[in-house]
């Protein structure tokens, strides 16, 4: 436990599951602005009243969700370190991660006063969070959130093109 995970399951190589408690921060830092919402209680809330035409989008965009947020929780190497800035990729992987949720939190003042615009949403409340765990991913060599990531990358933002960008 001194490295900042506990292992339950040995799954292949250096894979492990068990609970990171990187990966946990790293979660709970991302809903932030979900938890104060009930705080603010803004006066439009477009994206919390979306409704989904297609059902498979909003299907797979939630299988890749959470799995996503699985593989940043609860997969584990052994051979990582809990926090590491050793090397230019790691400091390249973790500043890309905290651009991006640095970003999502500009999109969420941006929404909460008031100012939602379709491209803003897109980028600020879709894309950039399915970023910010691919990104995590790479700092850490989680290879499965990374294509789990990548994935839910793609469905979140054309969802997210879809409701906020087409003209129904």
Known sequence: MGDGVLKFVHISKNYYLG???IGILAFAIQEVPYIIMPLINPESNPI???QNEMKW???VQGIFG???MVLLMMLVRDDVPLFSVSTA???AFLSLAICMIVINFIGWA???TGHQYGWLIVISQFAVVPLYYLFFGLWKNNY?????ATIFFIIHTVNGYMNFIVEK
């Open 19 to 21: 609970f990171s408690l």
């Open 48 to 50: 919390m009243n979306m």
């Open 57 to 59: 989008i909003d299907t």
């Open 66 to 68: 959470v799995l996503s």
């Open 89 to 91: 990729r790691e400091r």
């Open 110 to 112: 941006f929404y909460y």
């Open 144 to 148: 499965p959130l990374v294509g789990s």
